[in-house]
Each structure stands twice: as C-alpha cells, then as structure tokens.
C-alpha cells in the first residue's frame, strides 16, 4: 500500500489540533502591538507534524516553540521597515505561496465529504486475501563462525550438550544475534541467502540443529526454534489501515477527476 504525492500532500493539511481549539484565541505573547495567539503558533507548528505536537504538550517545549514564533515576528516586522516585502523576488514568492495556498484550499473543499464505511473495509479485506495472508515462516538461531577450527570446537561444545544460546554468545562472530543467543527471530523465505535459507527450512522439529552451513559469510549451524504455518491476518487488526487506504484511493481519484474537469475549464497547453 503506498499514498501518491497529491494524496500525502492534502493529508498533511489535516493534522489534528483538536485537542487545543479551545484556547485557540488565547494571546501568548505580544510584540509591540501585534498579539501572538495560541492559533498561530499551532499554524506555525503544523508543517512539522506529530513530533512537534508532542514537543509542544510540554512547558519547556511551548516556550521554546513561542520563541521561535516571536523571533519570526520580530524579523517580519524589521523586513516591512526595511521595505523587503516590495522587491521582485518577494512579490514572486508571495504569489506562489498564495496559489499553493488557494490550490490546498480547493482540494480540502473536494474531498471534504469522503467516507468509508466498514462494509466498504471488509469487502477490501475479502477481495485481497493475498494482502493480508502471512507467508509460512520460522524462528531459528544460528552461530557464526569463521574457520574449520572455530567450527570443531563450537561442534564439540554443543555435542557435549553445552546449550545453543550459551555457545552463539561465546563463539558466534555474527554482531546481530550472538549476544541474544544467536536468536534471529522469525522470517519467511526469500530472506536468507539461499544456502542458509534451504538448510533453515529444511529442519523439521523445534531443537533441531542443522549440519554446517557455508555462505559468504562463513559456517552457519542453525537451531529451529519453532515453525509457524502460513495464516491471514484479523480483519479487526488490519481495519485501521483498510480504511485509510481506502480513503486515500477515493481522494486521489476525486482529485485526478476535478482536475481532469477543471483542465476542461481553463484549456490547458503544454509546451
């Protein structure tokens, strides 16, 4: 699943604010006779998305906010003393900002009545069970090694019942697993590389342990932790993401459509 620009660019116009309308009008600051609202610092905010939310739920991270704010202000006001907002490059600016500012405003108006309902969610779930089905896939370990005397001597440990885990940690040189006990966690087929994967998935019972593996990267022994069989997703876990997805498709489409009436409208050339 994946969101194309126009639709991304419209969602982020739609970052929730709720939470802090009420004091929406409440004055925060004053520099000289211009009031600095609580609504323009959220505005100010906005393009920077949840993480500058959360800084701003904190009293530390309001006033740093508010800061930036004032200091804004303070070089608008020294830009109109300095008549900068009368040169030909702000002009440009200004009249590009203002189009992209009408456009936003008019593609909020299209898609501002788009829904979808559950009923629309759980036929998407049943027409695509391929998206949502999970491959079969395996928990295993492995211990790394780099050379035929590495490899006897972890062979001989573990013959000696020396557990798995307590062996990858002392021996296996992979960085990624062998301070966890070699553990890799669980993954399908197509992952591996092809030698590690065929002798992973080749193992049949929980504890079984592999003959050396050679790869690129040295001698592999692999334990299988567990086997987990293919299966399909909740439809109560995917729900969130079936309606977003789906809410995003009609909005591009209504989006392409208006366009295409509005091309119409205004006859467009390209050169």
């Known amino acids: 699943m994946y969101k194309k620009f126009l639709t991304a660019l419209i969602?982020?116009?739609?970052?929730?604010?709720a939470a802090y309308a009420a004091d929406s009008e409440k004055v925060l600051a004053r520099v000289g006779?211009?009031?600095?609202t609580e609504a323009e610092v959220l505005e100010f905010i906005q393009p920077f998305g949840q993480q500058a939310m959360m800084l701003y739920a904190s009293e530390q991270g309001r006033k740093m906010i508010l800061d930036d704010v004032i200091t804004m202000r303070l070089y608008a006001l020294d830009a109109e003393d300095s008549k900068l907002d009368r040169t030909p490059e702000f002009q440009a600016q200004l009249l590009s900002a203002r189009r992209a500012m009408l456009a936003q405003a008019a593609m909020r108006d299209v898609i501002k009545d788009i829904t979808v309902s559950d009923d629309e969610a759980k036929k998407f779930y049943s027409d695509?069970?391929?998206m949502f089905t999970q491959p079969e896939r395996i928990h295993a370990r492995h211990i790394l090694v780099s050379g035929d005397e590495e490899l006897a001597k972890v062979q001989s440990e573990l013959k000696a019942g020396k557990s798995f885990d307590v062996v990858a940690k002392e021996y296996s040189r992979?960085?990624?697993?062998?301070?966890?006990?070699g553990d890799l966690g669980e993954f399908p087929k197509g992952v591996m590389v092809p030698e590690f994967e065929k002798a992973a998935f080749a193992l049949k019972?929980?504890?079984d342990v592999s003959e050396p593996v050679k790869t690129q990267f040295g001698w592999h022994i692999i334990k299988l932790e567990e086997r987990i069989p293919e299966s399909v997703v909740?439809?109560?876990q995917v729900k969130e993401r079936i309606l977003q997805e789906l809410k995003d498709?009609?909005?591009?489409?209504l989006l392409q459509d208006k366009a295409k009436v509005l091309e119409?409208?205004?006859k467009v050339e390209r050169f």
């Open 11 to 17: 969602l982020s116009l739609t970052l929730p604010f």
């Open 33 to 36: 006779s211009q009031d600095i």
């Open 128 to 130: 695509n069970p391929t």
């Open 174 to 181: 992979d960085p990624g697993s062998a301070a966890n006990g």
């Open 205 to 207: 019972n929980n504890g």
């Open 234 to 236: 909740p439809f109560e």
């Open 249 to 253: 498709q009609k909005t591009q489409k």
């Open 264 to 266: 119409e409208k205004y």
